[in-house]
Structures are given as structure tokens and as C-alpha cells.
């Protein structure tokens, strides 16, 4: 289910293509021109990625700003409006765009209640996005910690960590996921209904995705360990904690932040995933991938999948285009 | 419909009254009040649709998800019981015709009903001349009686209703396995045509247990006990010709079965082909194009065929809107806080809106009609109650919803949990409905879905667990075992059933008075007062508010495209599989 995202971010150092003549020029000539600012006039150049961008941005608003969005032009996610719902046929009477179109529910209503769906698909992308975030958060904190620990000290520390990893990537986490969400109470560590799942679900999420951006980041380390502006630090009397944190950290950055872009996708499909199997939020709450499972009863109204299924296809293919455009400007190789 | 190439006679389905009348092949509808042939909307609810006799063809019957068991002394299913009589036969069964006649019961393998004496303790029988087996061996009361007294064994057999282990004065017998070499003090067979039941306890009714498939007669030798399952032994028309577990079976014709002997089966087709585990949704789409001839669950098309049938006019008049005998309501806990006040639980009676629970389960037609009491309008005894009246549209009274709440001494509402099985799409609709509807006046649900296999025997209705983890709601359902009051309500509203180990179908209903009403209504030998006397029951259950009652079921049903004889059987709520013919 979720597997590390096809990243090309390897754990060996890229040995992706020579960067293109001019680019890499500009970037040891003109001083004061820092990683960042080169990464930013690459990224602006590449269309595909500011595209991606520009959405991302637009459905973080979209799920902070909610409560207001449906508040103008939408309904409460929850509530029933059974006028929208022809009582001799079960048929909603408004169901665009594969049925007349409703002004005021313009992506129509579901059944049984007639809920309005923009509503709950705006709602939706609340849960998504923050179980995203939060659980790629956790799983880079994570992972990046025992990954740099790993990649620099070697020996014992090394082996530990990493059979540690290989465990991780071998847990059958969609199995797991479904378990813990069957035994877990209503009330436990002060929290309970929603809040409780949606902590639930976001470690289970970050917590077994770790394994994938450790090895990345150890593999990034052992490299950067043997470089010379290492060993000058070390010569020069800097204590372990120095060097990993102003010498190592720094030239991390860019494989930390490519490889996170690309993870919160993947973590956005895997909340899909387990809302849609029942595990996930409980309803009313509206999670794209439960809209998704309820819609599956009523596959002779299409649109009641396409909405849901339309958002998360935005919103993973935006994550990825953006994602793989970071990491083109963030080329490792051309730091 | 290919109607028009066949010769259509008419042919009245009262067949015990062999009454026959004709109708012309071309007029449309049928002439005959029982009968028609018009293809309409409720065209075989209570007459019979397209008669014919013509023998002959393969019936195609399929069903999404196995039912218990096909061995007769093993089965629950009101589907299996309308099944088990193609290829078994009991002592007495429903009339097979449309309408309201099927609640009568009438003499299959006995000549007729039964004879009661000492005051209804003792009941007697007298079975038909020439029933055979399929292998042509005689069929006798002892073979009847072995039949009932291997039911009683609920460790092997456990699936069957424990009426005969309830009512039969057994005298610590416990059936043909554990009490081996012992006979069944509580059944006599003086003759081969004779079979005397003894019952522990007056009981007027005794003819409806004298329905149940666990009275179709087992040849002791074949006997396999649990593994019965794999070749019953045929009383009735037809005889297994393959059998595989949770796949399917065939059934062909038994040869040795005499129509002489046997006025209620028209037995035409040639053979009968049951498919089971097909996905739900695509047995409605073969019975749309005509590949299958019925679904035999029985409980109407799946969500998605809904539309498209009640959307199409050709496909609408193909449609039949039976009311089951069942009621889907929900239980509220009076043993939790703040529920033990009858205020409080008033207040949900009065803020649900039941509209919303109907729409849950699929609207007028496919969810069911409104109900204000348990009892549904074809029990006989049914009598309209408003106990609770829900304001003049069913969505709630508000008003007098937020006056009870003040009452209890929770004016602005509490908070409890809802439980309902996770699998049930619709009984999570429920869940959602009521928390809508509750919320208005401050009651906050929280929905807790249970896994359905453990839903009575673990969760909710297991006392401690339910009482221990504050669950004030509890979305259930409940289908009669036969068309009368006790059939109906005696496992929903004796709290003597409630177990502490789990497992009882009743919730949250355990009044004394009740009790005792249901103990003075079982020995009343007057059909009418005993009706009333349900009815009374109905209506004491609904003032204490301990249930709040959703909709009684009814579902949307296909007819096939080339069947004849059909017709909504109310006995079980569903199509009769016995008649129904291929033309």
C-alpha cells in the first residue's frame, strides 16, 4: 500500500544527468546567491511544477478556510436536505454534471439525505491535508533523526538502525492500520471521537513510514561523512553534534524536502485507502475516500465517486508535479 | 415480454378449493379477481401474475450471500423456510395464494390442522396416504417425529428456532444424539399416520410450530447429523441432484413424489439451478436483462438498481413493493444514565424524524412505512398506535421533545452513543439520521459501529457490554417468524429472554407486566382475544419508551422476464418460490 513514493531520490548520491551548462555556473560564480535562491529561479522556469504549486496552495486555503467557503457558497457538510431528493425514484434531482445542473448544490447532493457534496468534499480536504502533513511531519522527524545518526556514526549504531528499518519496511502496515483502528477506544491519552481517530491515524501513518526517509538521508550521510568540509570540521576540533547539525544538516535539506513533497501524496492516498475500508474517521465526518465508499453503493450515479475521486486525483497529481519539480531545482548534484 | 407467444390460461391459485376459473389470451389484464396478466407496477402483490400452467424449463434462482443451512431441522432464514418446501414437507403449512389468504395455515403432509386437547397441552395429527421419500420408501409419523426430535439437538443443529425445545414437555430429553437409545416422551405415534405432540405448557398456536421445516420427516438412517445438509433426503417435489457447499445446488424432479398427494405445489419447472455468493448487484442486473429468474433473498434490489428501476417505466412495471413482516427500530437502553428517567428517553421518541429513518433505508417504497409500534399493519390483532405522535409531517415534535428534556432534568440535552453493525450501510444511515434529528434538542450521539457477526452476541446485546460502555441507542431489526403476535413479538419484548451471556435479539424491553401479559396471551384459546391481547402488548411496550420504532419493511422487487405464478407470498414477504413456473 504504501510504499516509499517512485521517488528517483535514491539512496546513493544522484548520479542523475550533468546539470544543464548554464545553470550550474551562477551558482559558484556570483556569491551571496544562496541554494534557496538558485532552486527558486529554476523552479519559476519549470510551468509544470508552479502549476502544481499554485493548486497545493490553493487547497491548503481551501482547508483552512472551510467553515467560511461553505458558509458563502455551500451548506453545512452534515445536513440532511431531503427536497433534493425525488422521493418515487430515490434519484437526487440534482446530480451535475452527469444530470440536470442544481445552482444552488452545483456538485449535487448524495444519498439517502441529499447532503451537499461540494460542501463535504471542501470539508473533506480538511482531514486529508491534515493527516498528510501531520504524518509525513512525523514520519521526516523520524526518519531524518535515526538517518543521520545512522549514516554518520556507522558500526553498531548503523546496524541497529538500519535492520530497525528493514523491519519498518516489511510491517504490513495496511493490516495493522485496520487492527489498531478496531481495538482503539472512544477515550484514550485525554482525547476521544475525532480527534482521537484523526491522532490515531496520523501516527499510524508517520510512524511506519519512517524506514524510507532514513534510508535516504543514511545514504545521503555516508557520502557527505567522507567530504572534506566534513574533515576539515572534524580536524579542526568540532564536536559530533556540530557537524551533523551546521555541516551535514544543511546539504539534507534538499533530499528531506524533495522526498517529503513526494510522501504527502502517497500519505493522502493511504488516508483515502483507510477511510474508504471503515477504519479511518468515523462518519458523519466527510473524508474524501468515505465519500468514496459510500458512493460505491450507488454506482448508477456516478457522480457521488467522481467528485471525491476528482479531489484526490487533484490533489496527489499536484503534490507530485510540484514534487518533482522541486527536486529537478533541487538537484543535489548541482548544490 | 415474451407474454404473447404463449396461449395464456388463466388458472384461479386457489388451489385447495380447486376453484378454476378462465381468462381470454389477449385481453391484457386478467379477468379473474386473483389473477392478471398486465405487466404493472404491484402487478403480484396480492394476485397472482401471468398464470400459467405449463411444466417444463430450469428455474434460475441466485443469491449474493449463503443462508444457514438447507437441512430443515437447521435453518432460521424466512427465505430458506419459503425454499425448504420445493424439496421437504411439513405438517402444516402457509396457504400457498396471494394476499391476505397466505397468513392461513393449512394441512401439507397432515390431512389438516391439528387437534388440541387437554385444554391445548396435547395436539394430534394425522398424515396423508402414499407420501414417499425419493427412494420410494414410505413416509411415516415416526420419520416426523424423528425430524422434530433431532432439531431439539442445538449443539449439532444450532441454527433453528428452539420453539419444540421450549414448549415440547421433554422430560430432560435431549434428542436423538446425546439421549441415545431414549425415545421422545413428548411425541406419540400410536400408527404410521398418527404423531401426538405433548407440550409442558398450554400453547393455542401450536400449528404454526407444526410449520416450521423442523417437522419435514428425516429417515432416521440417512441421518448425518450436521453433515445432513449435504444430501437431504426429498419429501417434497424435487430432490438435490448436487449439492456444494456455499456454491450453489441443483434440484431436479423426485419421482416418487405423488400430486395426489400433495394439493398445494404446482411443482412446474423441470429443475431448479440456485446460485449463491453472486455479487448482489449484478443478480439485479441479470434479472433486468433476463438471465436470472429471482434474487431469493428476497429482500429487494441493492441501491444502485433502485433508481434504475423506479426511473424506467418498463422496468417499474416489472417491479413488485412487498411489505416484509419486520420492523427496523431502534432500542434505547433504560438501564444507562440518563435514560433511566422515561423523560429522557420520551424526548428521543418525540425529536426523531422518522422520515429521515425512511429514507435511510431507501424511501417510501424501498425502505417501508412509517411505524408508530412495533407490530406491523399484517399481523392479525394489528391496531394503529400514537403513543408518541412525531408532529404532523413524522419529522418530530421539537417542541414536546425539548418539554420532556426539561422533565428529565436535562433541558439541554445529553450525550450517549449509537451503536449499529458496521456492514449495514443503512442502519449507519439511521445512525446519522438520529444524530441529526437528536441534535436539534441537544442530544448528541456519537456513532459506534460494531462487526455484525458478534453485534448480539458480544456488543450490543450483551448487557454488560452495552450497559458498561454507555451505549444509549442501539439500531436493530427484527422479521417475525410467522405472521402473528407471538410469532412476532415474543422474542422482542419478553425480558425473560435477555441473557446475561448475550445473544438475545431484545435489547431493552423488560417489563414485568409485560411478562405477565405475554404469559396470559400464549395459553388464550380465542384467535381473536389472543390478537388483541398482542396488540395490547404492542401498545404497553411503546409507553414506556424503550423502543422507538423506524419503518416496517418493505423492499422493491424484480420479477423475472420469463416467469409465471408469481405472486408475493405474506407469509414470508417475499415472492412464493413454489409456484412459480417458466413459461
Known amino acids: ?335 | 415480454m415474451k407474454l404473447k407467444s404463449v396461449g395464456v390460461i388463466a388458472v384461479s391459485v386457489a388451489l385447495v378449493a380447486g376453484a378454476a376459473s378462465c381468462s381470454g389470451n389477449n385481453g391484457g389484464g386478467g379477468d379473474s379477481s386473483s389473477s392478471t396478466t398486465k405487466n404493472e407496477f404491484n402487478a403480484a402483490l396480492t394476485k397472482v401474475f401471468n398464470p400459467s400452467d405449463k411444466k417444463g424449463g430450469d428455474m434460475k434462482f441466485a443469491i449474493s450471500s449463503d443462508w444457514d443451512s438447507v437441512d430443515p431441522g437447521d435453518t432460521y432464514y424466512g427465505l430458506s423456510w419459503n425454499l425448504a418446501r420445493l424439496y421437504t414437507r411439513a405438517l402444516t403449512m402457509f396457504k400457498v395464494a396471494p394476499g391476505d389468504e397466505s397468513s392461513q395455515l393449512v394441512g401439507d403432509l397432515a390431512q389438516g390442522l391439528g387437534q388440541s386437547s387437554d385444554g391445548g397441552k396435547t395436539w394430534t395429527y394425522k398424515l396423508r396416504a402414499g407420501l414417499k421419500y425419493e427412494d420410494g420408501s414410505p413416509i411415516t409419523s415416526k420419520d416426523v417425529a424423528y425430524g422434530v426430535s433431532r432439531s431439539l439437538e442445538k449443539g449439532v443443529l444450532v441454527n433453528g428456532p428452539t420453539y419444540f425445545n421450549d414448549f415440547l414437555d421433554l422430560k430432560g430429553y435431549k434428542g436423538p444424539y446425546t439421549s441415545k437409545g431414549k425415545t421422545n416422551p413428548a411425541i406419540e405415534t400410536p400408527d404410521d399416520t398418527t404423531i401426538i405432540f405433548h407440550l409442558n405448557k398450554p400453547f393455542a398456536g401450536f400449528d404454526y410450530f407444526a410449520m416450521l421445516p423442523a417437522t419435514a420427516p428425516v429417515p432416521q438412517a440417512k441421518d448425518t447429523g450436521a453433515k445432513y445438509k449435504q444430501h437431504v433426503v426429498s419429501s417434497g417435489p424435487y430432490m438435490f441432484k448436487t449439492y456444494a457447499a456455499g456454491k450453489g445446488f441443483t434440484l431436479v424432479r423426485n419421482p416418487n413424489w405423488d400430486p395426489a398427494t400433495d394439493p398445494n405445489r404446482k411443482a412446474l419447472p423441470d429443475s431448479y439451478s440456485v446460485e449463491i455468493g453472486a455479487n448482489a448487484d449484478d443478480i439485479d442486473q441479470r434479472i433486468i436483462s433476463g438471465g436470472l429468474d429471482a434474487d431469493i433473498a428476497g429482500t429487494g434490489v441493492q441501491p444502485a438498481a433502485l433508481s434504475q428501476v423506479l426511473g424506467q417505466p418498463a422496468l417499474k412495471a416489472r417491479a413488485d413493493n412487498p411489505l416484509a413482516a419486520r420492523i427496523n427500530y431502534t432500542s434505547i437502553n433504560p438501564q444507562i444514565a440518563p435514560l433511566t428517567k422515561k423523560d429522557c428517553r420520551a424526548a428521543i421518541e418525540y425529536a426523531a424524524d422518522k422520515t429521515a429513518y425512511q429514507q435511510a433505508y431507501g424511501g417510501p417504497l424501498a425502505g417501508g412505512k412509517i411505524a408508530t409500534g412495533l407490530m406491523p399493519p399484517q399481523i392479525p390483532g394489528y391496531q394503529q398506535l400514537n403513543v408518541w405522535p412525531d408532529g404532523t409531517d413524522n419529522k418530530g415534535d421539537v417542541t414536546k421533545a425539548k418539554e420532556a428534556l426539561a422533565a428529565c432534568g436535562q433541558p439541554n440535552g445529553f450525550a450517549t452513543n449509537i451503536a449499529y453493525r458496521a456492514e449495514r450501510p443503512k442502519e449507519k444511515a439511521v445512525a446519522e439520521a438520529l444524530q441529526q434529528s437528536l441534535g436539534r434538542v441537544g442530544i448528541k450521539l456519537t456513532l459506534k459501529p460494531f462487526p455484525v457477526g458478534d453485534y448480539f452476541a458480544l456488543y450490543a446485546g450483551k448487557p454488560s457490554y452495552r450497559n458498561g460502555n454507555n451505549l444509549g441507542l442501539m439500531v436493530n431489526s427484527w422479521g417475525a417468524d410467522w405472521n402473528d403476535g407471538f410469532g412476532f413479538l415474543s422474542q422482542i419484548v419478553d425480558g425473560r429472554v435477555i441473557r446475561d451471556t448475550g445473544g438475545s435479539s431484545n435489547l431493552s424491553v423488560n417489563i414485568p407486566e409485560v411478562n405477565n401479559m405475554i404469559d396470559q396471551a400464549i395459553v388464550e384459546q380465542d384467535v381473536n382475544k389472543r390478537n388483541a391481547d398482542w396488540a395490547a402488548i404492542d401498545k404497553r411496550v411503546m409507553e414506556e419508551a424503550v423502543v422507538l420504532p423506524g419503518v416496517w419493511a418493505s423492499q422493491v422487487t424484480l420479477r423475472g422476464t420469463r416467469t409465471t405464478n408469481v405472486f408475493v407470498n405474506q407469509a414470508f414477504g417475499m415472492y412464493d418460490w413454489t409456484t412459480m413456473g417458466i413459461q
Open chain 1, 1 to 335: 500500500m504504501v510504499v516509499g513514493p517512485g521517488t528517483s531520490v535514491s539512496d546513493q548520491v544522484p548520479v542523475g544527468r550533468e546539470p544543464a551548462e548554464a545553470e550550474s555556473a551562477p551558482g559558484k560564480v556570483i556569491e551571496g546567491r544562496s541554494l534557496g535562491r538558485i532552486a527558486w529561479t529554476r523552479l519559476k522556469r519549470d510551468k509544470v511544477a508552479m502549476g502544481g504549486g499554485v493548486v497545493v496552495i490553493l487547497l491548503i486555503l481551501m482547508a483552512i478556510f472551510a467553515p467560511l467557503i461553505v458558509k458563502w457558497i455551500g451548506y453545512d457538510p452534515n445536513a440532511f436536505h431531503p427536497e433534493t431528493i425525488d422521493p418515487a425514484t430515490q434519484q437526487p434531482t440534482s446530480s451535475f454534471p452527469f444530470g440536470p445542473f442544481d445552482p444552488k448544490h452545483w456538485m449535487g447532493v448524495d444519498l439517502p439525505f441529499g447532503r451537499d457534496i461540494f460542501s463535504r468534499v471542501v470539508y473533506g480536504s480538511r482531514i486529508s491535508l491534515l493527516i498528510a502533513f501531520l504524518a509525513t511531519l512525523l514520519s521526516v522527524l523520524i526518519g531524518a533523526t535515526l538517518g543521520v545518526i545512522a549514516g554518520y556514526f556507522g558500526g553498531w549504531v548503523d546496524t541497529v538502525i538500519s535492520r530497525a528499518m528493514d523491519v519498518f519496511l516489511a510491517f504490513p502496515i495496511l493490516v495493522f492500520a485496520i487492527a489498531i483502528a478496531g481495538v482503539v477506544p472512544d477515550k484514550a491519552f485525554g482525547l476521544q471521537g475525532d480527534a482521537l481517530r484523526i491522532v490515531l491515524l496520523i501516527f499510524v501513518i508517520g510512524f511506519f513510514n519512517w524506514a524510507y526517509i532514513a534510508r535516504i538521508v543514511r545514504g545521503q550521510t555516508l557520502s557527505l561523512r567522507e567530504r572534506e568540509f566534513v574533515d576539515a570540521a572534524r580536524s579542526l576540533g568540532a564536536r559530533s553534534g556540530y557537524v551533523i547539525l551546521r555541516e551535514m544538516l544543511p546539504n539534507l535539506i534538499a533530499p528531506i524536502l524533495v522526498y517529503t513533497t513526494l510522501l504527502i501524496p502517497s500519505n493522502i492516498l493511504f488516508e483515502a485507502a483507510l477511510s474508504f475500508l471503515g477504519v479511518g474517521v468515523r462518519p458523519p465526518t466527510a473524508t474524501w475516500g468515505g465519500m468514496l465508499s459510500e458512493a460505491v453503493h450507488y454506482y448508477t450515479t456516478p457522480h457521488f465517486m467522481f467528485w471525491p475521486g476528482m479531489a484526490i486525483f487533484l490533489t496527489v497529481l499536484a503534490f507530485n508535479l510540484f514534487g518533482d519539480g522541486l527536486r529537478d531545482a533541487l538537484d543535489p548534484k548541482n548544490r
